[in-house]
């Protein structure tokens, strides 16, 4: 299996609601469209680090985990939580962790680590080393 490319596939309960997210404050482009299930243009194929990074699908088990789901691992975590939040982006803060003012919070082991949520309760991590 590790010579084959690997993509998290993430369940939303509304399409449209979930585009107005992924494309509008991520700012991820569509690299496929497609139907989900039996909902025609329910699913999309998002680019992120050059290439395909994400699936996203209309299904009625949307937001069932509590789990971050997917980590992007960048260069400027405070740089990118800025630009998040100016497009919109809540940051999840955790009673159990430190946060600073920008919901960032030391990483076990090392570095930094910032947490959001998409309109469905999806977990997402943002990751940098320092």
């Avoid at 990074?53 to 997917?70: C, F, I, N, R």
């Avoid at 999840?92 to 082991?109: C, L, M, N, S, W």
């Amino acid at each position: 299996m590790s010579a084959y490319e690997l993509r998290p596939s993430i369940a939303v309960s509304d399409i449209q609601r979930a585009v107005a997210f992924y494309e509008g404050k991520l700012g991820l482009p569509v690299l496929e469209s497609g139907p989900s299930a039996d909902i025609e243009e329910g699913s999309r194929v998002y680019g992120s680090g050059g290439g395909p990074a994400l699936s996203v699908y209309e299904s009625d088990t949307a937001g069932k985990t509590s789990a971050t789901l997917a980590t992007w691992y960048v260069d400027d975590i405070d740089q990118i939580v800025d630009e998040l939040v100016l497009s919109g982006v809540e940051f999840v803060r955790y009673d159990q962790f430190e946060h600073d003012a920008k919901g960032i919070t030391p990483r076990a082991g090392g570095g930094r680590i910032a947490w959001f949520q998409d309109p469905d309760g999806n977990t997402f991590a943002i990751e940098a080393d320092v």
